[in-house]
């Protein structure tokens, strides 16, 4: 089993920027996709950014070009650096993640609210 906390979330101006962080622990060795997803009030949840064993990365349309998703070498941290924020980033992010068998993990999600 793998657990996952996110942290980092909270309230920004429109333009600014938030770094989020998932820490996972347990049977990590078995992963093979990190990512963030975020669902919004009324809304799917979407994937944001995913990122492989490989360090191959992916990102949503909506998000190219200002968010960054990165991780370290083993696997224990996964982040998301979110730049140039704009209101309709507003949501729950999830961190996510995929193992050898096809499972999947979620952490309980952090807030991060863009407004003025």
């Known amino acids: 089993q793998v657990q996952l906390v996110e942290s980092g979330g909270g309230l920004v101006q429109p333009g600014g920027s938030l770094r989020l962080s998932c820490a996972a622990s347990?049977?990590?060795?078995?992963?093979?996709?990190l990512g963030w997803y975020r669902q919004a009030p009324g809304k799917q949840r979407e994937l944001v950014a995913s990122?492989?064993?490989?360090?191959?990365?992916n990102y949503a349309d909506s998000v190219k070009g200002r968010f960054t998703i990165s991780g370290d070498n083993a696997k224990k941290t996964v982040s998301l650096q979110m730049n140039s924020l704009k209101p309709e980033d507003t949501a729950i992010y999830y961190c996510?993640?995929?193992?050898?068998?096809?499972?999947?993990?979620w952490g309980k999600g952090t807030l991060v609210t863009v407004s003025s």
């Open positions: 996510n993640t995929e193992d050898v068998f096809g499972m999947y993990a």
């Open positions: 347990g049977s990590i060795l078995s992963i093979i996709v």
């Open positions: 990122i492989t064993r490989g360090g191959e990365a």
